[in-house]
């Protein structure tokens, strides 16, 4: 979109029951300008120095064959409204979708392939059921209630001895803090950005402690030819086919890991997990869990030979959420648009691990493979010119729209 041209912009909110509506200029507002409601309450019309531009608003304001007032901004390149929305739209729920294809939404024995190239890394029929993975402090919140639960009464101050006694207890009930959720055969575990398998139910990948170039076929073998594999905390999983990079074998888990926005895999929903998506469901799960709007998003480090050039010039992403349940179009981006409405500003990796480090900071990190923290730092880039002009940046930040995924057929 060329500077020289007019835009709109449209932003629901929902929660105050109105829609706000921007329009830049390509010169200042004179007698030819004029912005209308038309009579569908879902179009707007705007009409400056003999030239129309339309944008459909997210939802359907009540001000249907409307003329919006523009005197009090004549002079102005930068025009603003806030609508009344339409009394039929539903009120929000205030729950917003959290997991991207969770376990219902999966077809049972639904095979999963490589987005890519189409090539099966998982059979159909060899997972035999989904089941959702809990939150991540699942054994944190499972001690807590073991061991405060109303009827358990404490008599005496329990000793070293007793509490090393409960711990093994907890860890024997497999939610201890120190518990890990193991893979198992014919089952597919569903997290917030990934799908969990065991490795038997996993054909056509490749394992490797670095690239695609120095991966081998079969796991064991890494560990014959290098001995940091058993102080790797991951290895990266290729397809062997188009050699994308599918996710990460977890030595932890004992599971092959499956980035959502990697594969394919039949679901209720047409539309597949992106990027972005996974991001957003992240960062209202974190925002849920733990109450905080900040997060570094940094990038994972997920094997044993990763360079030291390389994580110098990684780039990690401060986020800060402002609104996790916008909805939008622009002139550049015409269709409705759930999102998330943050600041973010990129910085290096170096300065983002002093920052987690600080006593004081308040911001949680979240891990994305390096190369999915620059797609989402060019996916906020490509929100950030969507805004009005005045509102794309905040003292030392940037404003963007991380795209969320919305259940629709």
Not at 150 to 177: F, I, Q, T, V, W
Not at 184 to 201: A, H, I, M, Y
Not at 276 to 291: F, M, Y
Not at 338 to 360: S, W
Request: proline residues 5%.
């Amino acid at each position: 979109m060329s500077h020289n041209d007019c835009a709109l912009y449209a932003e629901l909110l929902a929660n105050i029951r109105q829609i706000s509506l921007a329009a830049w200029l390509s010169s200042p507002c004179d007698a030819s300008t004029r912005v209308a409601v038309l009579a569908d309450c879902r179009t707007i019309e705007l009409r400056h120095c003999n030239s129309i531009h339309l944008l459909t608003l997210p939802a359907k304001t009540a001000l249907g064959s409307t003329l919006l007032p523009v005197q009090d901004q004549k002079g102005s390149t930068s025009l603003s409204w806030r609508l009344l929305l339409d009394t039929s739209y539903p009120h929000p729920s205030h729950q917003l979708d959290e997991m991207v294809w969770s376990a219902t939404d999966l077809d049972p024995e639904s095979g999963v392939a490589c987005r890519q190239c189409a090539t099966e890394v998982v059979n159909s029929g060899s997972v035999k059921v989904w089941k959702d993975l809990p939150s991540e402090n699942w054994a944190e919140m499972m001690e807590f209630w073991h061991c405060h639960k109303p009827d358990h009464h404490h008599h005496h101050n329990p000793s070293e001895e007793d509490g090393k006694a409960g711990e093994e207890s907890l860890a024997a009930r497999g939610y201890g803090a120190s518990s890990a959720i193991s893979a198992q055969e014919g089952v597919g575990f569903v997290d917030l950005t990934t799908l969990l398998f065991e490795e038997r139910d996993c054909q056509n990948v490749t394992f490797s402690l670095s690239t695609f170039d120095q991966s081998a076929a079969d796991r064991q073998s890494l560990l014959l030819v290098d001995d940091t594999t058993n102080h790797a905390p991951n290895l990266n999983v290729f397809c062997s086919s188009c050699r994308t990079q599918l996710g990460f074998f977890n030595f932890r888990t004992s599971a092959v890991t499956l980035l959502k926005w990697q594969i394919s895999c039949k679901s209720a929903w047409d539309a597949a997990p992106t990027i972005p998506e996974c991001l957003a469901a992240t960062l209202i799960s974190t925002i849920s869990r733990s109450g905080s709007s900040k997060s570094v998003i940094t990038p994972l480090n997920g094997t044993a030979q990763e360079s030291h050039m390389e994580a110098n010039s990684e780039k990690a992403i401060h986020i800060w959420v402002l609104n996790s349940g916008i909805a939008y179009s622009s002139s550049g981006a015409p269709q409705r648009t759930p999102a998330i409405k943050l600041l973010y500003r990129p910085l290096p990796r170096g300065e983002a691990d002093k920052m987690l480090e600080a006593v004081t900071c308040d911001s949680l990190e979240i891990n994305l493979p390096a190369q999915a923290v620059g797609e989402v730092i060019r996916h906020l880039d490509d929100s950030n010119v969507l805004l009005p002009p005045a509102e794309r940046v905040f003292m030392e930040w940037r404003v963007g729209l991380l795209t969320r995924w919305e259940r629709r057929v």
